[in-house]
């Protein structure tokens, strides 16, 4: 789920993940979400999981606060190999505009890199 509006806050929820890149190399870590709103300082994160091409997290959801409607929410995918620095995979963003006009948002979501090209 990506949201539910209430008032001007936001719960997300990260639940699956599923035709995600695999790790060249078959090098071993770990997937985890950061998860934001606008500009808002307020980030939190999911659990890291073990890399794979489908993915499940079990971390509760996140209330965020939102500035505006015209705020984004944005979910960033980030792979952890140990030894290295964290790997931004992509993200997705759905405006809070469109959470508080439907009242709940869900579904499957392509991720995007930063150039917004569809992550494979």
Partial sequence: DIGEASGLEVEVSVEKGRNLPTQKGGSSGSLHCAVQVGSSQSATQTEEVPLGVAVKWNTPAFRLPA???????????????????????????????????????????????QAGQVVR
Wanted: zero cysteines.
């Fill in 67 to 113: 500035q505006s409607e015209a705020d984004l929410i944005a979910v960033m995918l980030i792979a952890k190999v140990a030894g290295e620095p964290d790997v931004p995979i992509g993200h997705i963003a759905v405006p809070v505009s469109r959470v508080v006009s439907t009242q709940k948002e869900e579904g499957w979501y392509e991720i995007r890199t």
